[in-house]
């Protein structure tokens, strides 16, 4: 009984009914992509708002305590279309591999097969991928992770993530528009090309 219930709190608001997205599911917890950030200030801490490194037009900003989740943080663009909510990340509340194999069977109950698997061969990390389109052929992409390593680079436990790949690019061509790179600071962001070996400077690049 305990199981459903929470089962039933997180899992169908993920696929509510949405008549303007046909298929591809947009909403969970009561966010939406595409939708502006200004509408959640109820269920955000703007004051915990920070620029994302290396993607600098986009911000993230945390969540306040949802019913049936951790925590979790919503990512939105500040260029193209300021404050349009770009990616939602959750984590739920319940970290057992039990309720990552509950929810799984409802994921693909609804979106059908994963596109992908992302997990490790260890299964430590173990992850699925669906690729949908929505209405207006937005490719929406939605991950469900179970993790049980000590990687801090992954979140432990279940958790998840929606995106729209267009609206983030959108985003960084936006800023890249505004902000041209300068000549040679490829250099400088990891951006190598063979013919570049020669040039480079590889003291700092080995322990001493």
């Given at each position: 009984?305990?199981?459903?219930?929470?089962?039933?709190?997180?899992?169908?608001?993920?696929?509510?009914?949405?008549?303007?997205?046909?298929?591809?599911?947009?909403?969970?917890?009561?966010?939406?992509?595409?939708?502006?950030?200004?509408?959640?200030?109820?269920?955000?801490?703007?004051?915990?708002?920070?620029?994302?490194?290396?993607?600098?037009?986009?911000?993230e900003v945390e969540t306040t305590k949802i019913l049936g989740y951790k925590n979790?943080?919503?990512?939105?663009?500040?260029?193209?279309?300021?404050?349009?909510?770009?990616?939602?990340?959750l984590k739920y509340a319940i970290p057992d591999s039990w309720f990552f194999e509950?929810?799984?069977?409802?994921?693909?109950?609804?979106?059908?097969?994963?596109?992908?698997?992302?997990?490790?061969?260890?299964?430590?990390?173990?992850?699925?991928?669906?690729?949908?389109?929505?209405?207006?052929?937005?490719?929406?992409?939605?991950?469900?992770?179970?993790?049980?390593?000590?990687?801090?680079?992954?979140?432990?436990?279940?958790?998840?993530?929606?995106?729209?790949?267009?609206?983030?690019?959108?985003?960084?061509?936006?800023?890249?528009?505004?902000?041209?790179?300068?000549?040679?600071?490829?250099?400088?962001?990891?951006?190598?090309?063979?013919?570049?070996?020669?040039?480079?400077?590889?003291?700092?690049?080995?322990?001493?």
């Amino acid at each position: 009984m305990e199981r459903n219930f929470w089962l039933s709190l997180v899992v169908v608001p993920l696929f509510c009914a949405c008549p303007s997205y046909a298929d591809a599911p947009h909403k969970i917890a009561g966010f939406v992509l595409g939708a502006n950030i200004s509408q959640y200030d109820k269920l955000v801490r703007m004051d915990s708002a920070i620029p994302i490194r290396h993607m600098e037009y986009l911000t993230e900003v945390e969540t306040t305590k949802i019913l049936g989740y951790k925590n979790g943080y919503i990512s939105y663009g500040t260029c193209a279309q300021p404050g349009r909510i770009v990616k939602i990340k959750l984590k739920y509340a319940i970290p057992d591999s039990w309720f990552f194999e509950e929810l799984l069977k409802r994921f693909k109950k609804r979106l059908g097969e994963p596109s992908e698997w992302k997990g490790d061969p260890f299964r430590t990390l173990i992850a699925w991928k669906w690729s949908l389109k929505d209405a207006q052929k937005n490719n929406i992409t939605v991950i469900l992770q179970h993790y049980t390593g000590n990687d801090e680079e992954y979140t432990s436990g279940n958790s998840l993530r929606l995106t729209v790949r267009k609206f983030i690019e959108e985003e960084r061509q936006c800023y890249e528009k505004k902000f041209p790179e300068a000549p040679g600071s490829d250099m400088q962001d990891g951006i190598y090309r063979p013919e570049d070996r020669n040039r480079i400077d590889y003291n700092p690049l080995i322990p001493e």
